[in-house]
Nanobody
């Protein structure tokens, strides 16, 4: 099976930057669709960004577009989320998720709901102060 471990979360001032890492333990990392979710206090977990099979395509929700970048290092079996121009509303627990059916993602489609992902990390806290 697959295990995911996030790291890199911390407290940062608004306008600052962070890079989160998700280490994938298992086989065939490149065949999984991967995603970053976040959950703010009192809110539902929501998708932030996703990375298609082999990391060929990146997807972003509107509220992070232009500020966040998702990438993969296949050799290190690690997915990253570079977060720039952070805002207080970015505060939350960030989760790494993996979809073993990543090969079925289309060029324009990617799963956006948490139920679409089979594997999850424990989360890493990001706090952005104003």
């Amino acid at each position: 099976q697959v295990q995911l471990v996030e790291s890199g979360g911390r407290s940062v001032q608004a306008g600052g930057s962070l890079r989160l890492s998700c280490l994938f333990s298992g086989r065939a990392f490149s065949t999984y669709g991967m995603a970053w979710f976040r959950q703010a206090p009192g809110k539902e977990r929501e998708i932030v960004a996703a990375s298609s099979e082999s990391g060929h395509l990146a997807y972003y929700v509107d509220f992070v577009k232009g500020r966040f970048t998702v990438s993969r290092d296949i050799d290190k079996k690690t997915m990253y989320l570079q977060m720039n121009s952070l805002k207080p509303e970015d505060t939350g627990v960030y989760y790494c998720a993996a979809d073993p059916r990543g090969g079925y993602w289309s060029g324009s489609y990617y799963p956006k709901n948490k139920v679409d992902y089979d594997y999850w990390g424990q989360g890493t806290q990001v706090t952005v102060s104003s």
